[in-house]
C-alpha cells in the first residue's frame, strides 16, 4: 500500500507568529510517522514557510491555488513558475470555495492544473459534490464530470496529479461523510482514472470534509482513500499530528 499523503488546508488563516509556533509544533511531534505531509498556506506565508521547512523533508509545501495563466497582465494572480520559486510541491486546484466564490469553471480549474504540472507542481485536483446534487442522487455524475475536464486537459500527465473528494455540504460544517459514503464515491473516481491511464495506482486519492482526530482512522482504512485534505483541524497541532498518526498506522 502507498504511504497516504496527509495535506493541510489553512484557508486564510495564519500569521507570521502562528504559522510559526503551528510549524514548530508539527514538527517537534512529527517523530516516527510514516506519512507523507503538506501544509497549504496563504501566499502571503510562501516565503515564511519555505523558511520554516528548510532543512527537513517529512513536510512539503503547497499553495492553495495556482494562476491558470502563464504570465503578463493577471492582476492579483499567482503563476506556477512563481510558486516554483519557493520550492512549492503541490498547489490545490478547483477548491469549492475557489468555485463557488470565484466563479471557477471545470475548464479553468483542468487549465490550473495543467500550469501547475507543466511547472513540476503537484496539482491537488477537488471534486465534490453539493447537498442538493447529492439530494438530486447526481454526486457520481458530478464528480465524474468535474474529473472528466481534467482528464481531457492533462491526457498523459494525469498520473502525476493527486486528487481530493471533497463533498461541499461536509466542509467546515462539521459533517462527515461516513466512511461507506466516502469509499464509494473513491471508488468511483478510482475507476474512472483506471481508464484513463495505465499508471493509475500512482495517483493517491484524498478524502476532504471535516476530517479530524476522532474520525481519521476510520475514513484512512478505506480501501479507496489514500489520504485527506485537512482544513480546520490542521490549525490545531495536536489534531493535525492526530490524523497524521492515523494515516501513518493504516500506510
Ligand atoms: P474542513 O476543510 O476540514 O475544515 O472541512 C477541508 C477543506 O476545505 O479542504
Known sequence: MKQKLIAGNWKM????AANASLLQAVLDGSKGMNCHVAVCVPSAYLAQVQVLLAGQSLIALGSQDVSAQEVGAF???ISAGMLKDFAVRY???GHSERRQYHAETDATVALKAQRALSAGITPIVCVGETLADRQAGQTEEV????LAAIIHTNGHCISEIVVAYEPVWAIGTGLTATPEQAQEVHAVLRAQLKAATSNSDRISILYGGSMNAANAAQLLAQADIDGGLIGGAALKSTDFLAIMAAGSKTA
Do not use: D, K, P
Open 13 to 16: 488563516n495564519g500569521s507570521l
Open 75 to 77: 492582476t492579483g494572480e
Open 91 to 93: 498547489a490545490i486546484v
Open 143 to 146: 464528480v465524474r464530470r468535474q
